[in-house]
Structures are given as structure tokens and as C-alpha cells.
């Protein structure tokens, strides 16, 4: 039995794509991660238009590695890092699993 797949439309805030040393976008995410520790909102700069992002204090955060590309060639890598958390200010209630880092 099949499952409905329902698109909700989705408004991007704020986009940035820039190649950056390791180094450069290590520093920035220890930026993101004070923020998150100290309760800060968190705020996104490029040009003159600044978006401020207030997570709570349970966002769900999801973590994924992603190959695109022919399956018998080269294709691109990414590793993608998201905190989501409803408009209405509601905690993350989505099921958790231990996320590991080594």
C-alpha cells in the first residue's frame, strides 16, 4: 500500500555557498555551536540582509552524508548538519538515536 507524499511549500531565508578552508569553516561552526550552548539566537550574514534564527531548546538536529552522482562515476560528497523546530515554538518530539562523531 502506497504512502501520499504531500510537498508543504518551503520559503528559503537565507543561502550561502562559498568554498572555505577547513580551518575557516571549523571556526564558524564553533561560532554556531557557542550560540547554541549560551541560548543565543543565532544570526546569518551575507551582504545587508541578516536573518536571525531563535532554535529552542530541543530543535531536532539532523546529520547526513550524501553521495549525488552516477552510480558508476565520480560524483559529489556532502555532509549536511540541520536543526528543525516548528514555527509555534514547539520542541523537537521526533524519536532520537545516540549520533556518534569519532
Known amino acids: 500500500m502506497g504512502g501520499i507524499c504531500v510537498h508543504l511549500p ?3 531565508l537565507f543561502k550561502s555557498e562559498s568554498d572555505q578552508s577547513r580551518e575557516e569553516i571549523a571556526a564558524y561552526l564553533r561560532r554556531v555551536a557557542d550560540k547554541l550552548e549560551q541560548g ?4 546569518l550574514k551575507s551582504g545587508s ?6 532554535p529552542p531548546a530541543r530543535p531536532t538536529f539532523e546529520v547526513k552524508a550524501e553521495r549525488e552522482g552516477p552510480t558508476d562515476g565520480p ?3 556532502s555532509i549536511e548538519f540541520e536543526l528543525e523546530w516548528d ?3 514547539a520542541d523537537g518530539d521526533r524519536e532520537s538515536s545516540q549520533l556518534e562523531i569519532e
Open 10 to 12: 518551503e520559503e528559503v
Open 40 to 43: 543565543d539566537g543565532i544570526t
Open 49 to 54: 540582509d541578516p536573518v536571525t534564527m531563535e
Open 75 to 77: 560524483g559529489e560528497l
Open 87 to 89: 514555527e509555534n515554538g
